[in-house]
């Protein structure tokens, strides 16, 4: 992980977390080998709309809208199946993961 993959992290975790701190994280263990589900939120193609970012679950590889996204499919898909980790999907710049039940964001595994 580049210098400032690290910075950005941090400058991330401060403004999610309210801390520059990584928290423990109990979901490591649910990290799978996976391949994305699809290039697109294809739940929001199907709707017509569009994203600003994806979100790829890393228990099954489920690719969905971001938390900013009016549908926030990523979300749903966390509050459907309980896979509890996601990171950023085609997105420069960013190389983190975050885990939504213990609500830190973690350097990329």
């Not at 941090?10 to 999610?16: H, S």
């Not at 996976?34 to 690719?63: F, H, I, K």
């Not at 549908?71 to 939504?100: D, I, S, Y």
């Amino acid at each position: 992980m580049s210098v400032i993959d690290r910075m950005t992290n941090v400058v991330l975790r401060r403004a999610w977390t309210g801390s520059f701190r990584t928290k423990p994280c109990g979901h490591l263990d649910r990290v799978e080998q996976v391949q994305p589900s699809a290039v697109v939120c294809e739940a929001c193609v199907e709707l017509g709309d569009t994203w600003p970012a994806l979100r790829m679950c890393l228990t099954c590889g489920y690719v969905g809208c971001c938390d900013r996204a009016k549908n926030r499919h990523a979300m749903k898909h966390f509050e459907a199946t309980g896979h509890p980790l996601c990171r950023p999907f085609q997105e420069r710049g960013m190389n983190w993961v975050w885990c939504r039940v213990d609500k830190t964001l973690l350097d990329a595994v």
